[in-house]
């Protein structure tokens, strides 16, 4: 796929829309807009503004445009034997790496190698100023200024439009291996926050109809000396339940009843709210298929100290990320007036007013 | 340079009431505004600024931070956050007139929660203590700036502090999860809640790293680890800086996340060897220093693995630790670079800039050349594995003008590393030390974008005021005396 450079005609069309008044709604692949609340602006497709920048293997560090495919991108890693460590969803092939940081997403491995924010070093974007700036860099360390770069990850687009990013590659393990054993909620907590504090190579635990699946990642030799302290099955072909479930491909993700992501700390017990549960990121990160009441959901999660996303839609007009307090929504609004004071890029995606 | 020891001057009569209602707030031996007990506060690890506050408080409870900050806001003083005091980029320093606001009183572990890998501390909290108080349960923390026995945590997030380990365990803000701050206007704030993510914006990412312009940080969550099995290290000699630059792309590409690795140059070594018998080849040109860890097969592979690679790529000798005491004497002499080099210089002044590994043996000749035309000698110590370099530079403050002839070298590194595609600070922040080369790496868009985030925190600008960002005009009266190739920064600007 060639590689084009609209960053000119990108910064035009926010010129036009700040001239015009108007908001923009940003589009990558369009595979994430099932995502947070709707905005209704003028599309903006960053699509075409593809192509690796820089990447070099021996610097762990990869510079490319906002509308490059996640795909492609992922496939020059891997030739080099290296991945993107927070093993984002794509949600669709024409998932770009722009809208995988904008939406903040991180798969399976997230626990153990960090998230989408931990691995951005840097960034251009336009501002809502019309403003090209550049913030971080290329390197791993550097503290020169407030780190803008992290904060446009997971904002949804709503600070800023990313230009380029550079992202902290790490290498691909060499050896992977999956178990499976057989056993209850609570015990599977148990079991993957017990993982989680031992010196294991440990890059994946998740709990699903009854199993716990463990995986660890490494050299051969620190897979096997795994294999050995572990007990459970090993699960043939490992790689592909991690996808589907990284891609909400498993039957669990398949129905219709309303879907909520649900952060908690991992050694929180079973949450007591009817419905179907799948425990992610060692107990971290749970998904729920229920007809419970939003309101009520909240509440229960709240109790414990996370936070409640509602993932698939149901109609509804409740909030779809967690409510903010009221300080911390003063300290949002701030912010989103002092990059995009004229609220032009995404209105409304995340919070009213936002 | 600011030397601002001047006497006090009598206090004006807006100062006097400040200092009456801060006695109303606070128990008498948590208020000092006797000159000499504000003395020991008027500068923090960079001693070559130094400032006395109009007063140092040292609060016992968070209510007591806000009424601070509720009074400052009120009364249009500023505040400096102060930690241990450890920091190399004048963060600290006070402001003239303002209030010093020393977090030393907030030492209280207040939880270590071993299934969910978490602690939460006060920030008075030293870095090394967290370990300590985890250890019992196989756990650590994992980033570990080189003051990890006097730094405390409040000013490791301020700075995002980093060391030698943040290449595989990465920085500060990579372990961090969850926030109370006070505002400017002294409004208690949660940010975070130890879960690995939060609604909203990214606002931890945000605060590390932020120099105390943005909030006060009075409680920090953060993740532990488990503590690897085992580690080892190998010591390798290179005849060529330029090898042992190689040799660390040799490594990277060659699949390994080494926990640490670390360069230090001919003058570095024989320092350190002279200081602590390090066992370190005084002849060589460059050693790295290459630690692997994790579980005890793995480690034994890996280590032969790195040895492998040094020897591949002209390492003239590889040596393993035979035991820990010997891992322990590697890192020793490492780590006791930094006083090393000061027994063979009167003074030196640390930088502390990063580059793409790539661009290591180039960045290193220049610096050579700029050292000899300075006539100043620098010896380089560099966390290799993430880029990071400290220069040191060696110099005689009693020598008239050699400190300005320092900081000017120190200023033309910096530019050196900005224009190889790198930052003025990887991990010693700012503060006022690095605020004119600001000036050449960001563009003024991104700096008027920086001071409207401190303003979305900080709207009366009270925070640490004048540190970290610099101004537009200051950068227009900076660019009058750097102009780089030619070219003048912030051309918009007015001239004066």
Redesign the interface.
């Known amino acids: 796929m060639g590689a084009t450079d609209q960053s000119v005609a990108l910064r035009n069309q926010v010129l036009g829309a700040l001239e015009a008044g108007t908001a923009l709604k940003i589009c990558g692949g369009e595979s994430k807009h099932f995502l947070g609340r709707t905005t209704d602006g003028q599309a903006l497709s960053v699509a075409e503004h593809r192509g690796i920048v820089d990447y070099?293997?021996?610097?762990?560090?990869l510079t490319a445009r906002a509308g490059t495919r996640l795909a492609e991108l992922e496939e020059t890693l891997a030739q080099a034997?290296q991945m993107l460590a927070f093993e984002p969803p794509h949600f669709g092939e024409r998932a770009t790496l722009g809208g995988t940081l904008a939406c903040?997403l991180s798969g399976p491995r997230?626990?153990y190698r960090?998230?989408a924010?931990?691995a951005v070093l840097g960034c251009r974007l336009i501002?809502g100023?019309g403003?090209?700036?550049?913030?971080g860099?290329?390197?791993?360390?550097?503290?020169?200024?407030?780190?803008?770069s992290?904060?446009m990850?997971?904002?949804y687009g709503t600070?800023g439009l990313l230009l380029e990013i550079s992202v902290r590659v790490?290498?691909?393990p060499?050896h992977s291996l999956t178990l499976v054993r057989e056993c209850g909620p609570s015990e599977a907590i148990e079991r993957m926050?017990?993982l989680?504090?031992?010196?294991?190579?440990v890059d994946g635990a998740c709990f699903h109809e009854g199993h716990c699946y463990v995986r660890v990642s490494?050299?051969?030799?620190?897979v096997?000396?795994?294999h050995r302290r572990l007990d459970g099955e090993v699960l043939h072909d490992g790689g592909a339940f991690w996808e589907a479930l990284r891609e909400h491909r498993l039957p669990f993700f398949a129905g219709h009843e309303p879907l909520y992501r649900i952060?908690?700390?991992?050694?929180t017990p079973p949450l007591a709210i009817a419905g179907d549960w799948l425990l992610d990121?060692g107990g971290?990160?749970r998904w729920l298929a229920s007809t419970v009441p939003v309101a009520a959901i909240r509440h229960c999660v709240s109790q414990v100290?996370?936070?409640v996303?509602r993932w698939r839609a149901d109609g509804s007009e409740a909030d779809v990320?967690?409510?903010?307090?009221p300080?911390?929504a003063r300290?949002?609004r701030?912010?989103k007036?002092?990059?995009d004071p004229r609220h032009v890029f995404n209105p409304g995606r995340?919070?009213p007013g936002l | 340079m600011p030397n601002a020891l001047k006497p006090h001057p009598e206090p004006t009569p807006a100062q006097r009431k400040l200092l009456k209602a801060l006695a109303r707030l606070l128990p008498p031996a948590c208020l000092l505004t006797d000159p000499e007990d504000l003395r020991p506060f008027e500068c923090d690890g960079l001693s070559v600024y130094r400032r006395l506050p109009l007063a140092v408080v040292l609060p016992e409870t968070v209510e007591q931070v806000q009424a601070i900050m509720r009074l400052a806001h009120r009364m249009r003083v500023p505040v400096v956050a102060r930690g241990a005091g450890t920091g190399l980029s004048g963060g600290a320093l006070p402001a003239a007139d303002g209030i010093l606001l020393s977090l030393a009183k907030f030492t209280r572990i207040l939880r270590i929660?071993?299934?969910?890998?978490?602690a939460s501390v006060e920030p008075g909290v030293r870095n090394v203590a967290i370990s300590e108080a985890a250890a019992a349960?196989?756990?650590y923390y994992a980033p570990d700036p080189s003051s990890q026995i006097a730094c405390t945590i409040g000013g490791n997030v301020a700075?995002?502090a980093?060391g030698a380990h943040?290449?595989k365990y990465?920085?500060t803000?990579?372990n961090v999860l969850g926030l109370k701050v006070v505002?400017g206007e002294g409004?208690?704030?949660?940010?975070g809640?130890?879960?690995?993510?939060?609604?909203?914006?990214?606002?931890l990412?945000?605060m590390?790293?932020?120099e105390g312009m943005?909030a006060v940080i009075v409680e920090v969550t953060v993740r532990?680890l488990?503590?690897?099995?085992r580690a080892q290290v190998a010591l390798a000699a290179f005849d060529d800086i330029a090898k042992a630059g190689e040799a660390v792309?040799?490594l990277?590409?060659g699949?390994?996340?080494p926990a640490a690795l670390e360069m230090m140059d001919t003058l570095a070594v024989q320092a350190a060897e002279d200081f602590v018998r390090a066992g370190y080849p005084k002849d060589a040109a460059a050693i790295l220093l290459c630690e692997v860890d994790?579980?005890?097969?793995?480690v034994?592979?890996?280590i032969m693995a790195v040895r492998e690679v040094l020897l591949r790529s002209g390492a003239s000798r590889v040596r393993t630790a035979v035991d820990e005491a010997e891992r322990q004497l590697f890192w020793k002499g490492r780590k006791s670079a930094f006083p090393a080099v000061g027994r063979i210089a009167p003074d030196y002044y640390c930088m502390d800039g990063?580059?793409?590994?790539?661009e290591l043996p180039r960045v290193l000749r220049e610096i050579s050349a700029l050292s000899a035309r300075y006539g100043l000698p620098v010896a380089n110590v560099f966390?290799a594995g993430?880029?990071?370099l400290h220069p040191l530079i060696l110099f005689d403050a009693n020598k008239p003008g050699e400190l300005a002839r320092c900081e000017a070298l120190g200023r033309e590194i910096l530019a050196l590393c900005v224009a190889a595609?790198?930052?003025?600070?990887?991990?010693?922040?700012?503060g006022m030390e690095?605020i004119d080369s600001?000036c050449i790496?960001?563009?003024s868009?991104?700096l008027r974008?920086?001071h409207?985030?401190?303003?979305?925190?900080d709207?009366a600008g009270l925070l640490n005021p004048g540190k970290?960002?610099p101004t537009l005009h200051r950068c227009a009266e900076f660019g009058a005396m750097h102009v780089h190739r030619g070219e003048l920064p912030h051309p918009e600007l007015d001239r004066f």
Not at chain 1, 138 to 143: A, D, I, L, T
Not at chain 2, 421 to 430: A, D, P
Request: aromatic content about 6%; glycine content about 14%; overall charge negative.
């Open positions: 070099d293997p021996r610097e762990l560090v034997g903040g997230r626990p960090g998230a924010r931990d501002n100023h403003e090209v700036l550049r913030f860099g290329q390197v791993m360390k550097n503290v020169a200024g407030y780190d803008v992290r904060l990850v997971g904002a600070l790490w290498p691909r060499t926050c017990g989680s504090v031992q010196p294991l190579p490494g050299a051969k030799t620190a096997q000396d795994a952060v908690v700390k991992p050694h990121w971290a990160q100290g996370g936070h996303t990320f967690e409510p903010l307090t300080a911390l300290i949002h701030r912010l007036d002092c990059f995340t919070y | 929660d071993p299934p969910n890998a978490l349960h196989g756990l700075e995002n980093g943040c290449l990465g920085l803000v990579h505002t409004e208690l704030v949660s940010i809640a130890g879960t690995l993510d939060s609604p909203g914006y990214d606002l990412a945000l590390a790293g932020s943005l532990l488990p503590k690897p099995e792309g040799a990277i590409a699949g390994m996340v994790g579980g005890n097969a793995e034994s592979h890996a990063t580059i793409p590994r790539r966390h993430d880029g990071n595609g790198g930052t003025i600070t990887g991990e010693h922040g700012v690095k600001m790496q960001f563009q868009g991104e974008q920086f409207a985030v401190k303003a979305a925190f709207p970290a960002v």
